[in-house]
Nanobody
Framework: VQLQASGGGAVQTGGSLRLSCAQSGRGHNVMGWFRQAPGKGREWVAAIRWPGTNTYYRDSVKGRFSISMNNAGDTVYLQMSDLKPEDTAVYYC?????????????????WGQGTLVTVSS
C-alpha cells in the first residue's frame, strides 16, 4: 500500500486548503494526518476510523479542520479553514491497520510523502 498526499500550497491567514491522501489499496482502517513545522517535531493533527464515523482532532485545529474519507475508504481529505501562520508545516498522511491511540506516530505503519502548507500573515 502506498499513500499519495496532495493539495498543499500557500495561502494568507484566514484562507482554506483541502489536502487529499489517496492509498493504492485498502487494509488500513485508520488514517491520520500529521505535520512538521520548520525546526519542530512531527505532531498529530487529525485521524479518522473507517468507515468515517469516528474522527479525532488535536485541540488547536478543532472547529477549523475537518477530516473525511470517500465511500470507498481509499481517499482521505483534510479540509483546513481559517488557516493561521502557526499551521505552516509539511503535512503527512499515514495509515494504520489497527491504531488504538490515533495520535501516536508509532501506531501508523505506512506514510505518504509530505505536502507543504504555507500560511502567511
Amino acid at each position: 500500500v502506498q499513500l499519495q498526499a496532495s493539495g498543499g500550497g500557500a495561502v494568507q491567514t484566514g484562507g482554506s486548503l483541502r489536502l487529499s491522501c489517496a492509498q493504492s489499496g485498502r487494509g488500513h482502517n485508520v488514517m491520520g494526518w500529521f505535520r512538521q513545522a520548520p525546526g519542530k517535531g512531527r505532531e498529530w493533527v487529525a485521524a479518522i476510523r473507517w468507515p468515517g464515523t469516528n474522527t479525532y482532532y488535536r485541540d488547536s485545529v478543532k472547529g477549523r479542520f475537518s477530516i473525511s474519507m470517500n465511500n470507498a475508504g481509499d481517499t482521505v481529505y483534510l479540509q483546513m479553514s481559517d488557516l493561521k501562520p502557526e499551521d505552516t508545516a509539511v503535512y503527512y498522511c499515514a495509515a494504520s491497520s489497527g491504531a488504538i491511540v490515533v495520535s501516536l506516530p508509532n501506531e501508523y505503519t505506512t506514510w505518504g510523502q509530505g505536502t507543504l502548507v504555507t500560511v502567511s500573515s
